[in-house]
C-alpha cells in the first residue's frame, strides 16, 4: 500500500503544471471515495465575470430606454383616447336619419336628447355607443401603458380623462359635446372593480326612479363615485388607490360642471321630468 501511495503521489505532481482535475490522492491511499475534486492550475473565472458584467450594462440600456420613450407613450394614450371620445355619436345617429340633433329639444348630443327627440330605440343606441367608448378607451390606454411600462391604473386613469374631455368637447363639432354621463359610465366599467360600478348604478336607478330627473340621478351618480371608493377602499386594493380617487373627483366635478344650467332649472323648480319632450340632459 505504501508503494501505491507513492506512485500516486508522484503522477500528481509530475501533472501539477496542467489544469486537470484530479481526486484528493490521500483520499485514494486511505481506500476512501473522494468527496470533492481539486482544480489545478490557474483560475477560469474571466469569461463568468465578463458574462454578469454585459447583463448588467444591458439592463442598464433597457431601463432608460423605457424611460426616454415613457413621454411618447402617454401622449399617444391622450391623442387616441380624446379620438376615440370625439366621435359625436348622437349626432352621427340622428344626422343618419335626416335630423340635427343639435336643433332639436335641448340641442345637446347626448343620449337622453336622442331619445326624447327620435324615440327609445335611437336613444339607447347612443347610449351603448357612447358608454363603449369611453370603454374601449381606457382598455386600449392600459393595453398601451402596461406594454410601455406604465402601471396599469394610471394609464386607464389617463385614457379616461382624454376620452371624457374627448366627448364634451369634441372638435368636430366646434368642441361642443355631450355631458359625458354615458362615456363616464363606461370609463367607470372599464376602470374600477365591479361592486363600484354596482354602487354607481344603483344611486343612478334608485334616484331616477324617486325623482324621474335624469340630470339629478346623473349627478347624483358621479358624486357617489368618489363616495363609494372612500368608504370601500380597503376592498379595492389599487396600489395607485389615490390615482383612482382623485380620477374620480375630477369625473364627477366635470358632470357637475356639464350639468350647471340643470342644475339652475331643478332650484328654480322648471327642470323636466323624463317623459316631457323638452329638458336639458
Known amino acids: 500500500m505504501r508503494v501505491f501511495d507513492g506512485m500516486v503521489t508522484k503522477s500528481v505532481a509530475a501533472l501539477s503544471h496542467l489544469d486537470i482535475p484530479v481526486r484528493n490522492p490521500s483520499a485514494l491511499g486511505g481506500g476512501r471515495v473522494a468527496a470533492n475534486r481539486t482544480m489545478l492550475g490557474p ?3 474571466t469569461g463568468s465575470n465578463s458574462s454578469c458584467t ?3 450594462v444591458g439592463r442598464k440600456s433597457a431601463a432608460q430606454s423605457i424611460q426616454k420613450i415613457l ?3 402617454l ?15 348622437g349626432y352621427l345617429v340622428a344626422n343618419s336619419q335626416g335630423i340635427d340633433i343639435r336643433q332639436h329639444g335641448s340641442k345637446n348630443i347626448g343620449a337622453t336628447n336622442v331619445l326624447r327627440v327620435m324615440g327609445k330605440k335611437w336613444g339607447y343606441l347612443v347610449f351603448f355607443c357612447d358608454g363603449f367608448k369611453g370603454f374601449l378607451a381606457v382598455r386600449l390606454g392600459i393595453f398601451l401603458g402596461t406594454h410601455g411600462g406604465i402601471e396599469s391604473s394610471v394609464a386607464g386613469v389617463v385614457a379616461a380623462i ?3 374631455l374627448g366627448h364634451n368637447y369634441t372638435f368636430w363639432l366646434g368642441f361642443k359635446g355631450g355631458k359625458g354621463i354615458a362615456t363616464s359610465g363606461g ?5 374600477f372593480p365591479w361592486f363600484i360600478v354596482l354602487i354607481v348604478a344603483l344611486v343612478w336607478l334608485v334616484v331616477f326612479y324617486l325623482s324621474r330627473y335624469v340630470s339629478l340621478a346623473s349627478i347624483c351618480a358621479a358624486i357617489s363615485l368618489p363616495a363609494s371608493l372612500i368608504l370601500m377602499s ?10 383612482l380617487i382623485l380620477f374620480s373627483i375630477l369625473a364627477a366635478s366635470l358632470a357637475v360642471l356639464r350639468h350647471r344650467t340643470n342644475i339652475t332649472r331643478l332650484l328654480n323648480g322648471t327642470e323636466s321630468r323624463f317623459g316631457k319632450k323638452k329638458s336639458e340632459s
Not at 78 to 89: E, N, Q
Not at 234 to 243: K, L, R, T
Open 43 to 45: 483560475s477560469r473565472r
Open 54 to 56: 454585459s447583463k448588467r
Open 71 to 73: 413621454p411618447m407613450i
Open 75 to 89: 401622449v399617444l394614450i391622450v391623442i387616441v383616447s380624446y379620438l376615440i371620445g370625439s366621435i359625436p355619436s
Open 162 to 164: 382624454a376620452c371624457i
Open 187 to 191: 370609463v367607470v366599467l372599464a376602470l
Open 234 to 243: 380597503p376592498s379595492v386594493g389599487s396600489s395607485n388607490f389615490w390615482v
